[in-house]
């Protein structure tokens, strides 16, 4: 393996170290010159309020970017300023729509496809701060936040994540709103790797189909962080790799970073995460010396205050805690700072604080993480203990970046496996951010074994491939069910729309085939139809197509069209063909619902066990048929717990609960859609109570006064106990 100029390989006795030097900055080319902002036209400028001129690489994209119609892929380092790309492509397609000095906003919308809700609700407020002064409205539409349609019909950007623009574009009925989007950006392309990189794929595959379809030019820009294969996905993208196809190396990166690859000999787990720990505390102790703050991802949630604990313990033992600790400063923001902590209800966050220690997982409140978020980029938290949710979603730098440990969980596979080159990618991006720091350290902590295969994936890069296969039955569905695929020919040109069939034709063995199967069949027409065929196979078998291996054709069914519509997995109705009946108590009906496979990856916790079993004795009137001790038993608890407004102290289960509850309404909503269809008139009218219960948060043996927040407890149990219903409360 050919490691950078100037590497430095140490041997100790308990580790291993490889530190890469930073790639030196890319010379200046002839001619190159930082765009000022003067250069824009006057409408334009109002975005760019407080900035004198574009860096490096936003300079090289004026032209492209606000000059030119031309479908974009921007390959850059994290922290290159992609936001201000996106910025200026929106500005160009504002420009499209001045008639006569005046701007025509109900010809045109934006889509902004952010990888998480925490992220799209950061560019909401972005780009709603920088293009009000051109009166346009920016939306959030994920699903937290619901819009209706009148509301969708006003906004002109709609910023969303890929799940919630895929629901949108795959209603027929949506048909007005999907034909005024004009530009399409999609964030954090390479997701393409990841287990939802089939929607990225559907997203564009549609997006293109409707662009020949009804010959609207919808202009699709990718934003990305630097990819090995990043011609393959301007093929998919359909970028012209002369004017549209823009790649920056690390030389490019705004802030140098200086990586540490360090393997711990040890082989005993128990010894090995100890000496991991004592890694660690060396890297960030060096680190405060300097006197920069650090963040220490690791990959799981109970994790984030184990390994801060730890950290405090080795410096209390070293007699260094004084390092760590906040500024005893008398200023206004320390004050403030320590205030707001106290009112935390979070015990840890609390105890962690007043040694300048954080954490920051998922199973926080939100408000508890915006907090630490606040707290840590003002410099009152030295050192944070987070999970790699921060790297994703959240835009906070740190000088030093520590990736402690490689081994995540995979709830689907059941057993430990080693964190993905996009996820080290993107936690190092988090290394030295360019407003902040002249430089950043990124360090990656990881067993001897694993030691090359880091130093391979960083430095030289696997290339990213489609995870396409693993979700074709159910995006099949949603193209037939759309109208747009109605044959296994149809299906198989669908197929040529997306990434997979890039990835299939350059690199056959990754895809089950070999190159002599290739060379038989270039374009491999038989291989996609084999796939499409065996996708409508398992379609027919859960009733959701009517597939004619004859003749080829598909026939969407109701269970198909309710599928797509509450996006819900052809698994989970397989499920429902089995153990729906005409006839269910609630208690059979939640334990079905428990069985479904949206909540595959909500996992067991053993410091849970306690509070799951207290809510159901508690708040639980049904009886959990599993018991709280497997998935679906706690998928009902949590349910039950839920609609009983039950206060949840675990700050994971809250996290779990929230997420149960928004799945638990669409499931059931599409449960009431296929009752309805099969004229089970009684089971209707119950998944119609459920549904109403869920949207109300409220079981239907309490009192509907309930549901109003601000009436006393006392008064609402009276209520209950006399059983008085709304119209006989207003003869009193």
């Not at 390479?190 to 997006?207: M, N």
């Not at 996905?233 to 823009?246: D, E, H, I, Q, Y």
């Not at 990124?442 to 995870?467: D, F, K, M, W």
């Not at 190159?515 to 069949?521: E, F, H, S, V, Y």
Request: aromatic share 8%; net charge neutral.
């Amino acid at each position: 393996m050919v490691l950078p100029e100037g590497t430095v390989r140490k041997n100790f006795k308990k580790y291993e170290e490889v530190v890469v030097p930073y790639a030196q900055p890319a010379p200046q080319q002839q001619g190159e010159r930082l765009v000022p902002i003067t250069d824009f036209d006057p409408f334009a400028q109002l975005a760019f309020q407080g900035y004198k001129s574009l860096n490096r690489i936003q300079s090289r994209l004026f032209e492209a970017a606000y000059r030119s119609n031309e479908n974009l892929l921007i390959c850059a380092p994290t922290g290159a300023g992609k936001t201000n790309i996106a910025v200026m492509t929106m500005l160009h397609e504002i420009g499209q729509h001045f008639r006569g000095g005046k701007l025509l906003r109900d010809e045109f919308k934006i889509v902004y496809v952010a990888p998480m809700k925490a992220l799209a609700s950061e560019m909401t407020e972005n780009f709603s701060r920088r293009l009000s002064a051109l009166g346009l409205i920016c939306r959030e539409l994920t699903g937290d936040m619901q819009l209706t349609k009148k509301e969708l019909a006003e906004t002109q950007v709609i910023i969303t994540t890929p799940e919630k623009w895929d629901v949108i574009t795959r209603k027929s009925g949506d048909v007005a709103l999907t034909s005024q989007v004009k530009l399409l950006i999609i964030d954090e392309v390479h997701l393409l790797h990841e287990d939802r990189g089939p929607v990225i794929e559907v997203l564009i595959a549609r997006t293109l189909r409707q662009v020949e379809s009804s010959q609207n030019m919808i202009r699709i820009v990718g934003l990305s962080a630097t990819l090995p294969n990043y011609h393959d996905v301007s093929v998919f993208l359909r970028v012209n790799p002369k004017a549209g196809l823009f790649y920056f190396d690390n030389s490019y990166r705004p802030v140098p970073l200086t990586q540490q690859f360090i393997g711990a000999k040890e082989r005993n787990a128990g010894k090995l995460k100890q000496d991991m720990n004592e890694i660690c505390f060396d890297k960030v102790l060096e680190s405060i010396k300097a006197g920069n703050q650090v963040m220490v991802f690791v990959h799981s949630r109970n994790d984030t205050y184990k390994t801060s604990m730890a950290l405090m313990e080795m410096a209390r033992d070293a007699n260094v805690l004084s390092l760590f600790a906040p500024d005893e400063s008398s200023s206004n923001s320390a004050k403030q700072a320590a205030k707001d902590v106290s009112r935390s209800r979070n015990r840890e966050l609390r105890e962690l604080f007043q040694f300048g220690f954080g954490m920051h997982n998922a199973g926080m409140l939100r408000p508890d993480r915006s907090l630490t978020e606040r707290l840590f980029s003002e410099g009152h938290i030295k050192v944070l203990c987070c999970t790699a949710t921060l790297a994703w979603g959240v835009n906070l730098p740190a000088h030093t970046v520590v990736i402690k440990g490689t081994q995540i969980y995979d709830a689907k596979q059941g057993s430990f496996v080693e964190l993905g080159m996009l996820d080290v990618m993107q936690i190092f991006g988090r290394a030295g951010r360019p407003q902040f720091d002249t430089s950043g350290e990124g360090i990656i902590i990881t067993s001897h074994e694993q030691l090359p295969r880091y130093l391979a994936l960083l430095n030289q890069q696997l290339p990213i491939e489609s995870q396409f296969i693993a979700a074709l039955a159910d995006h099949l569905n949603a193209e037939i069910v759309l109208g747009t695929v109605s044959n296994v020919q149809e299906a198989v040109t669908w197929l040529s729309y997306t990434y997979l069939f890039i990835r299939m034709i350059r690199n056959p063995l990754v895809y089950g085939m070999t190159q002599a199967d290739k060379d038989m069949d270039p374009l491999l027409d038989n291989r996609r139809r084999q796939l499409v065929t065996a996708a409508g196979r398992t379609l027919d078998a859960c009733k959701m197509v009517r597939f004619d291996e004859r003749s080829g054709n598909f026939n969407a069914t109701d269970l198909g069209r309710v599928a797509s519509h509450y996006y819900i997995r052809h698994e989970t109705i397989m499920q429902f063909n089995e153990l729906l009946k005409n006839h269910m108590a609630e208690g059979d009906i939640l334990n079905m619902v428990s069985q479904a496979t949206e909540f595959e990856n909500i996992q067991l916790r053993e410091e849970e066990m306690v509070e799951l079993d207290k809510l159901k004795a508690k708040v639980c009137p049904i009886p959990v048929k599993m018991g709280s001790e497997n998935k679906n038993g706690k998928v009902n608890v949590l349910f039950q717990a839920y609609l009983s407004q039950a206060f949840i102290e675990g700050f994971a289960l809250v996290s779990d609960s929230a997420y149960v509850a928004q799945n638990m309404g669409r499931i059931l909503r599409g449960l009431f859609d296929i009752a309805l269809k099969k004229g089970m008139a009684s089971m209707a009218e119950r998944l119609l109570t459920m549904c109403k219960m869920t949207e109300r948060r409220l079981w239907e043996f309490r009192h509907p006064l309930r549901q109003f927040p601000n009436i006393q407890p006392a008064t609402l149990a009276n209520l209950d106990e006399k059983r008085m219903a709304p119209h006989q409360l207003s003869d009193l």
